[in-house]
């Protein structure tokens, strides 16, 4: 839990140096830009190998066959750094071919300035990759604590090196200090694997448990990457509007992300075992139960997020990142963007549920088709809104994406569970709405009152603080009030999921570098 919060801080805290040093500018648009490849690759590769690693590792550990599972171990690691290493190279000379496809709306001069960095962030696809490897490792070993600080490492080198260099290096300060916290997630896993022996300098290419893992691999890869094109979408697109919506985009993107990560990720990792005991002892009814609690509480934490954000966006954003080069109108640009990523939240975090629910069946080949025509309707609506609405149309069609892969995934389940109880989730979603509406109504009236906030951000998250409070007091008696169940099911889950050691799931991981 330590972990997993001092993670999410210190990210936070990222952003908000981000922000005071680069705003919402042309240049951080280029390093966003150039970080798209490596934010990719680690969604692909970071997911996909522990979720394919993992239970293969604890096979052979399982039967007995140590031997056979740290040369398995071993092999896959040195492969994968041979293998990243060579392409990494191949990336560096050939960044003038695929950068300028991302950053094809940009200038000239910020074109070259984006190759530029993408070949300075290269190193940390190998070193991201390998971390990985070394976290599936650990985890089937059940040693949690190095892989669970590796987001603590990325983040607090990545601000050390901001701060000390920022003066002298610029914007190239933040993707110096990237690649060097890439590295640090590796490098904080290391003495643990050196202590427990786990590695050895082997490449056993006839190993039996390779083929599993090739065959594991397949529509996990498919799946994660269907998810993080979306990310590749939405800079090429945005590369034609004007400098700084890239930058807007992922500070709203990522305000929103918060409690997705935190809270219904948390939830749906609960969920997960419990679906595929259920799932394997044939338990219809239970699983029916279990998918419908998991929606209930995903939207007990989600709606009210949803009209928080659009509510509070202007302070919630002067609060966290006006200062320094972040100014009124940076702060304007994001606050208008938030309300179009945040409606999609109530959809994306349904659809981790139902996912889970898919995958404890094992039905991932009409997962993945679903994950894959998200992203084909998601260009299709990104093409047809940017012209009338710009970077908010980007957002609105990434949102209207999420809602439909939760539609259809919602079906997907209901056929393999036949049919599951609507009307409990619809009640409930109700209630959820209504106590929302009277935490919105608070606010509103606490807006009418006319409070003139002072320019400093003493004042500025003290007034956000209150406001909070006072929200959060509101929907909280108002739930009390109605009987909201979700209420103490939602807090006892989370804070089981956390002193279970149970490991969030990877292809729902905040992707740490942009």
Same mark, same amino acid.
Not at 89 to 118: C, D, K, N
Not at 445 to 465: E, N, Q
């Given at each position: 839990?330590?972990?997993?919060?001092?993670?999410?801080?210190?990210?936070?805290?990222?952003?908000?140096?981000?922000?005071?040093?680069?705003?919402?500018?042309? &240049? #951080?648009?280029?390093? =966003?830009?150039?970080?798209?490849?490596? $934010?990719? *690759?680690? /969604? %692909?590769?970071?997911?996909? @190998?522990?979720?394919?690693?993992?239970?293969?590792?604890?096979?052979?550990?399982?039967?007995?066959?140590?031997?056979?599972?740290?040369?398995?171990?071993?092999?896959?690691?040195?492969?994968?750094?041979?293998?990243?290493?060579?392409?990494?190279?191949?990336?560096?000379?050939?960044?003038?071919?695929?950068?300028?496809?991302?950053?094809?709306?940009?200038?000239?001069?910020?074109?070259?300035?984006?190759? &530029? #960095?993408?070949?300075? =962030?290269?190193?940390?696809?190998?070193? $991201?990759? *390998?971390? /990985? %490897?070394?976290?599936?490792? @650990?985890?089937?070993?059940?040693?949690?604590?190095?892989?669970?600080?590796?987001?603590?490492?990325?983040?607090?080198?990545?601000?050390?090196?901001?701060?000390?260099?920022?003066?002298?290096?610029?914007?190239?300060?933040?993707?110096?200090?990237?690649?060097?916290?890439?590295?640090?997630?590796?490098?904080?896993?290391?003495?643990?694997?050196?202590?427990?022996?786990?590695?050895?300098?082997?490449?056993?290419?006839?190993?039996?448990? =390779?083929?599993?893992?090739?065959?594991?691999?397949?529509?996990?890869? %498919?799946?994660?990457?269907?998810?993080?094109?979306?990310?590749?979408?939405?800079?090429?697109?945005?590369?034609?509007?004007?400098?700084?919506?890239?930058?807007?985009?992922?500070?709203?993107?990522?305000?929103?992300?918060?409690?997705?990560?935190?809270?219904?990720?948390?939830?749906?990792?609960?969920?997960?075992?419990?679906?595929?005991?259920?799932?394997?002892?044939?338990?219809?009814?239970?699983?029916?139960?279990?998918?419908?609690?998991?929606?209930?509480?995903?939207?007990?934490?989600?709606?009210?997020?949803?009209?928080?954000?659009?509510?509070?966006?202007?302070?919630?954003?002067?609060?966290?990142?006006?200062?320094?080069?972040?100014?009124?109108?940076?702060?304007?640009?994001?606050?208008?963007?938030?309300?179009?990523?945040?409606?999609?939240?109530?959809?994306?975090?349904?659809?981790?549920?139902?996912?889970?629910?898919?995958?404890?069946?094992?039905?991932?080949?009409?997962?993945?088709?679903?994950?894959?025509?998200?992203?084909?309707?998601?260009?299709?609506?990104?093409?047809?809104?940017?012209?009338?609405?710009?970077?908010?149309?980007?957002?609105?069609?990434?949102?209207?994406?999420?809602?439909?892969?939760?539609?259809?995934?919602?079906?997907?389940?209901?056929?393999?569970?036949?049919?599951?109880?609507?009307?409990?989730?619809?009640?409930?979603?109700?209630?959820?709405?209504?106590?929302?509406?009277?935490?919105?109504?608070?606010?509103?009236?606490?807006?009418?009152?006319?409070?003139?906030?002072?320019?400093?951000?003493?004042?500025?998250?003290?007034?956000?603080?209150?406001?909070?409070?006072?929200?959060?007091?509101?929907?909280?008696?108002?739930?009390?009030?109605?009987?909201?169940?979700?209420?103490?099911?939602?807090?006892?889950?989370?804070?089981?999921?956390?002193?279970?050691?149970?490991?969030?799931?990877?292809?729902?991981?905040?992707?740490?570098?942009?």
């Amino acid at each position: 839990m330590a972990a997993t919060l001092a993670s999410t801080i210190f990210g936070f805290m990222r952003e908000i140096v981000n922000a005071r040093y680069y705003g919402a500018q042309a &240049e #951080m648009d280029s390093f =966003l830009a150039a970080a798209t490849i490596p $934010t990719i *690759l680690f /969604g %692909v590769f970071n997911g996909a @190998l522990v979720s394919a690693l993992v239970p293969i590792f604890s096979d052979y550990q399982a039967m007995g066959e140590e031997e056979a599972a740290l040369r398995l171990a071993s092999t896959v690691f040195n492969t994968l750094m041979i293998v990243l290493s060579a392409l990494a190279v191949v990336g560096w000379f050939l960044a003038p071919s695929y950068v300028p496809i991302i950053a094809h709306g940009f200038p000239p001069a910020q074109r070259l300035q984006t190759i &530029e #960095m993408t070949r300075w =962030l290269l190193p940390g696809i190998v070193t $991201t990759s *390998l971390a /990985g %490897v070394a976290s599936a490792m @650990l985890n089937a070993r059940s040693r949690f604590s190095a892989s669970a600080i590796q987001g603590t490492a990325i983040n607090l080198v990545t601000i050390a090196v901001v701060l000390a260099f920022n003066h002298k290096l610029g914007i190239y300060a933040l993707v110096l200090g990237t690649t060097l916290g890439l590295a640090a997630q590796l490098v904080v896993q290391l003495p643990v694997i050196v202590r427990s022996r786990l590695y050895r300098p082997i490449l056993d290419l006839s190993h039996p448990g =390779l083929q599993k893992i090739w065959l594991m691999l397949g529509p996990i890869v %498919v799946g994660s990457a269907a998810g993080q094109l979306a990310i590749f979408f939405d800079r090429y697109f945005a590369s034609t509007l004007s400098s700084g919506y890239i930058a807007g985009m992922n500070y709203a993107t990522k305000l929103v992300g918060f409690p997705q990560q935190i809270f219904a990720a948390a939830i749906a990792t609960v969920i997960f075992p419990l679906l595929a005991s259920q799932f394997a002892s044939a338990n219809r009814v239970g699983v029916k139960r279990s998918v419908v609690m998991g929606l209930r509480l995903v939207t007990f934490i989600t709606i009210p997020s949803v009209f928080g954000l659009i509510t509070l966006g202007h302070p919630i954003v002067a609060a966290l990142f006006q200062r320094g080069a972040f100014g009124q109108t940076a702060t304007a640009l994001c606050a208008g963007l938030l309300p179009y990523a945040a409606i999609g939240l109530v959809g994306t975090a349904a659809s981790i549920v139902l996912t889970r629910c898919c995958f404890a069946s094992k039905d991932t080949q009409r997962t993945v088709a679903i994950s894959i025509f998200a992203v084909c309707l998601n260009v299709v609506l990104s093409i047809w809104w940017i012209g009338p609405l710009g970077a908010r149309g980007l957002l609105l069609a990434n949102s209207m994406s999420q809602w439909a892969q939760a539609a259809l995934l919602f079906a997907l389940v209901w056929r393999l569970v036949h049919g599951l109880d609507w009307k409990t989730i619809v009640l409930s979603t109700a209630r959820i709405v209504a106590c929302s509406l009277a935490m919105v109504a608070a606010l509103n009236w606490i807006a009418s009152l006319g409070v003139v906030v002072g320019p400093t951000f003493a004042a500025r998250a003290w007034y956000l603080f209150g406001q909070l409070a006072i929200g959060s007091l509101v929907f909280i008696g108002a739930a009390r009030l109605l009987g909201v169940e979700e209420l103490p099911i939602a807090f006892t889950l989370i804070l089981q999921k956390f002193e279970g050691r149970v490991l969030s799931p990877p292809e729902n991981r905040e992707a740490p570098i942009a």
